[in-house]
């Protein structure tokens, strides 16, 4: 082990490539790191490494909560007319029109719920230009794009899973806390931009370090644990803001923020490191600058190629998986139950990749889900142009949406597969940008899609297609290990049959 530790402190090496196949007779004594953790037990499961694992998984419940808080923070509220004028009015006009009291004379309605209930209503912009109606949750995915550029690396070099981890979360709910206090839309655009530099990484870390502190044997399962906590985050939030319908939008906010507090102070004092990250970075002494691994990506080409590929194939799943839920405003059907639905929609997909991950390959499986959810979001616009609506443009949204989630979660778990330790965090964290880069338009086509419902649809099965032809481009990883250097995993491309790992039954 110590000659392991030793040889494994840099991300590069100009000496033998760490690994060697475990059944080659050539290669006695000489073991990956992989294999060296399950035989040594650094990474054995038990109880001390499964929980562990399992709070890390934990965070993605918050992740999830912020996330997609602005569908209820930020919804339209319902509204009445008040005297006849307003009501020949709606009752002449179509069904666009109708939905909103931007034409109708000043004094001629009023909202159904106190003011307070959505910053729409607090701060009368319902008749404000589509990108400023967009701009908080705009501004939120900027922050993820600018965190996850920022900080992602950190967790590769200087700080660690853990420390990442605990960082982004507490930058994540306290900016949370202090958004409830915003006194204008721009200050809590700015507070939403703060929030979302924060949450960046709290998915990237939690997933890396959940999966590398345990073994082979479950961290495919490992992995889906996580996405289940992100469905369990999605499906709480329906349920927060219904129990508190009518009160302010800022008790959403708080009423989110103090438990991711309590989280982060929980991990803070009982989490573990990886141990793959220590031994790869022997203890965190040798992690080089900042930016080495991203560096690493950039020169390699092999890596550059996958990682563009796979970047292009989040963008398109991220416009349909952040898109749909903000986009559910839209639709004719109630606003809560719609919420619910799709969040229920995360857990059967999970279910789908945790029962079937081992026998389903990754590239053939990310090209046939986005392909899927492409054609769903197509039919949801061709039924909006026709003036249809209802349950079947409902279940068609719900389906493209289940095919999004599963997308997503393949690849992120084939990002892990597809990238050595050294680099993996700053990888997947490039993966996860890429996909709060759809994020990032999804809420200007959603507030487009209010006067032109159709419009929204088409655009984001447009870009899920598209995008999700990229995966031809990425090798096969299904049944084979996962590297610790970029010597590893360029010797697998060059030797595929040679270094095939042993699965753990």
């Known amino acids: 082990m110590a000659n392991i530790v030793s040889r494994a402190r840099n991300c590069t090496m ?35 490494h499964l929980l562990p694992a399992a709070l890390a998984a934990f965070a993605w419940v918050f992740d999830a909560q912020q996330t997609f808080i602005s569908v209820f923070a930020d919804a339209m509220p319902p509204w009445g007319c008040t005297s006849p004028s307003c009501s020949t009015f709606v009752a002449g006009a179509g069904a666009s029109t109708a939905s909103s009291p931007c034409n109708l004379p000043a004094g ?48 590769d070099t200087r700080l660690g899973r853990k420390n990442m981890l605990v960082l982004s979360s507490l930058v994540m709910s306290l900016s949370a806390a202090a958004t409830a206090l915003s006194p204008s839309l721009l200050v809590y655009s700015a507070l939403r931009f703060v929030c979302g530099f924060g949450r960046a990484t709290v998915g990237t870390s939690a997933l890396v370090l959940s999966t590398e502190l345990v073994g082979r044997r479950w961290r495919d399962r490992i ?19 219904y129990a508190g319908r009518g009160a302010s939008w800022r008790t959403l906010y708080l009423s989110t923020s103090l438990p991711s507090f309590l989280y982060t102070v929980v991990i803070f004092f ?34 550059f190629r996958r990682l563009a590929a796979t970047m292009t194939v989040s963008f398109g799943v991220g416009m349909v998986y952040y898109g749909m839920p903000l986009n559910l405003g839209n639709l004719s059907s109630d606003l809560y139950l719609s919420v619910v639905i799709n969040a229920v929609a995360e857990l059967p997909s999970s279910l789908l990749v945790f029962f079937l991950l081992s026998i389903m390959n990754r590239r053939s499986s990310t090209l046939a889900f986005t392909a899927a959810g492409g054609v769903l979001s197509l039919a949801c616009a061709a039924m909006a142009a ?120």
């Open 223 to 241: 992995s889906i644990l996580s996405f289940l906590c992100f469905t369990l985050g999605f499906l709480s939030l329906p349920a927060i803001a």
């Open 108 to 155: 001629s309605w009023s909202w159904s719920l106190p003011t307070h209930s959505s910053t729409v209503s607090e701060w009368s912009i319902e008749c404000a230009p589509p990108a400023l109606l967009g701009l908080p949750s705009s501004s939120y995915f900027a922050g993820c794009l600018a965190g996850g550029f920022l900080l992602a690396t950190l967790a």
């Open 386 to 505: 026709g003036g249809g609506g209802g349950w079947p443009e409902t279940a068609a949204e719900v389906a493209a949406f289940f095919s999004a989630c599963t997308a997503f979660s393949i690849v992120l778990i084939y990002s892990i597969e597809l990238f050595p330790t050294c680099v993996r965090n700053s990888a997947i964290a490039m993966v996860r940008q890429a996909l709060v880069a759809g994020g990032v338009v999804a809420p200007a086509v959603v507030a487009l899609g209010r006067r032109r419902r159709f419009v929204s649809f088409g655009v984001f099965g447009l870009a899920i297609l598209c995008c999700g032809l990229f995966a031809v481009c990425l090798p096969e990883t299904r049944g084979s290990g996962i590297s610790d250097t970029m010597e590893e995993e360029e010797f697998k491309e060059i030797s595929p049959e040679n270094t095939r790992r042993r699965l753990i039954d």
């Open 270 to 303: 009982f989490m573990k490191e990886s141990p793959r990250w220590l031994l790869v970075s022997g203890g965190g002494a040798a992690a080089g600058d900042i930016f080495s691994a991203a560096r690493t990506l950039w020169e390699n080409r092999w890596a």
């Open 14 to 48: 100009a000496d033998t490539p760490l690994l060697l196949p475990p059944h080659d007779s050539g290669a006695a004594g000489v073991i990956s790191i992989d294999d060296a953790a399950d035989t040594n037990s650094v990474a054995a499961v038990g109880d001390d």
